[in-house]
């Protein structure tokens, strides 16, 4: 009994738990209620909501709403099966034809969500014999996608293209296919991929490229379609949108407010992956709820540009007032504030909770220097950043 006793206490689970609070690493969900928006009821208080990926603030919108609410009343609350076995409906190829219609490629294909797109596509896309080539601040699941493929995974330092021409040049010529991953917007920095030089170096290497846009959809670019429109890649680097060699990743749940991933490009990546990426194939399609409410999101993207200029106001507007040497570069609407150690973070945040803002830290293993990261919204009020600016800077 007593050596049961022991064995409980010094349990391997609760001794990690133990290793991850003493770091400060230790994290807990706290409770949200009411409506997504600009503010929202954050553990009983009234908050100013800086820690949303809803840019556009559409996740709260009634026409998302409704839009889900009719897809559910029609379709039922559940896709009952995988589409290949169990069919699809007509919803899911509508929003496989407007994102292909955003982004401007062939087609498209939806995942459950924007972590599942990646590791089914980059385990598709490379194996055994082959490399992938990625930012080191590179998403989780640019990461997780890489090991899932069993191809040889190097990263690059960060945004460093002498390093990534160096890193091409000495492997490349090694393996059989190459692939290179990026965000387009780094989630934690804020800062932009330097896709031009990114996508010269594939073409002298012959690799493919796969641009993560889940923060850069809907944000960036004249019509919200991404960086790649916002560097005018569309453009110039056409050859790489024909060919199936550049690869649009993103997510429905940041500025379309709504759950699931996306595949982008040429008809012929997107057949392949229908037949052979397995978090696609082995998983249940999309609800009629997500899939409508998604639907709904981009037809407003396409049709109000100006929520996406409201955004940008507020981020310009952020940006002139605040000066501090402790910001770190931002091309985005996503604004980070660097301190010295994770407490030193979770204090931050939590004294600026009592003051009525929600600016989450963030801390390793997520990123390799604490932060507080703020995510400006087109529904945010002048007063709102107002608050902010009085309260952090
Ligand atoms: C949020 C995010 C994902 C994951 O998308 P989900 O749809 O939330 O799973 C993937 N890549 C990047 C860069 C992200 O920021």
Redesign the pocket.
């Known amino acids: 009994m007593e050596e049961i006793q022991e064995q409980q206490n010094n349990y391997w689970l609760d001794k990690s738990l133990e290793t991850i609070r003493r770091a400060n690493w230790y994290r807990s969900v706290r409770e949200v209620s009411g409506l997504p928006g600009a503010i929202i009821e954050l553990e009983g208080r009234r908050v100013i909501n800086f820690a949303s990926n809803d840019y556009l603030g559409l996740a709260g919108d009634p026409r998302l709403i409704d839009a889900a609410v009719a897809a559910t009343k029609n379709y039922g609350t559940g896709s009952t099966g995988s589409r290949l076995l169990t069919g699809h409906r007509k919803l899911h190829r509508e929003l496989e034809q407007a994102i292909a219609s955003l982004k401007q490629t062939e087609d498209a294909l939806v995942f459950s969500?924007?972590?599942l797109a990646?590791l089914g596509t980059i385990s598709a896309l490379v194996g055994k014999n082959d490399l992938v080539l990625g930012d080191q601040y590179n998403?989780s699941?640019l990461k997780k996608g890489a090991i899932l493929s069993q191809a040889t995974a190097i990263d690059y330092a960060h945004c460093d293209m002498l390093d990534l021409a160096q890193k091409l040049h000495q492997h490349r010529a090694n393996y059989r296919r190459c692939l290179l991953t990026t965000?387009s917007v780094f989630?934690m920095d804020g800062d932009l991929a330097p896709l031009p030089e990114l996508l010269a170096l594939a073409s002298k290497y012959q690799a493919m490229v796969l641009v993560?846009e889940?923060?850069g959809t809907g944000v960036m670019g004249a019509t919200g379609a991404g960086c790649l429109e916002y560097f005018g890649c569309r453009d110039r680097e056409a050859a790489f949108f024909t060919n199936g060699k550049l690869i649009q990743i993103g997510?429905l749940?940041?500025a379309l407010g709504s759950l699931g991933?996306y595949v982008a490009g040429s008809a012929n990546l997107i057949d392949f992956l229908r037949n052979r990426a397995a978090t696609w194939i082995y998983t249940t399609g999309l609800s009629p709820a997500d899939t409508a409410a998604a639907l709904a999101a981009i037809a407003i993207i396409k049709e109000e540009p100006a929520i996406r200029k409201q955004l940008w106001r507020n981020v310009n507007y952020l940006k002139q007032q605040i000066s501090s040497t402790n910001l770190f570069p931002s091309e985005s609407s996503i604004i980070c504030l660097k301190f010295d150690t994770p407490k030193a973070a979770l204090d931050r945040s939590q004294q600026l909770q009592e003051a009525g803002i929600f600016a989450p830290a963030i801390r390793p293993p997520t990123v390799p220097t604490s932060r507080i990261r703020l995510s400006i919204m087109a529904t945010h009020e002048m007063q709102h950043l107002d608050t902010l600016i009085r309260e952090i800077f």
């Open positions: 969500s924007g972590y990646n998403h699941s965000d989630s993560d889940a923060h997510t749940s940041k991933g």
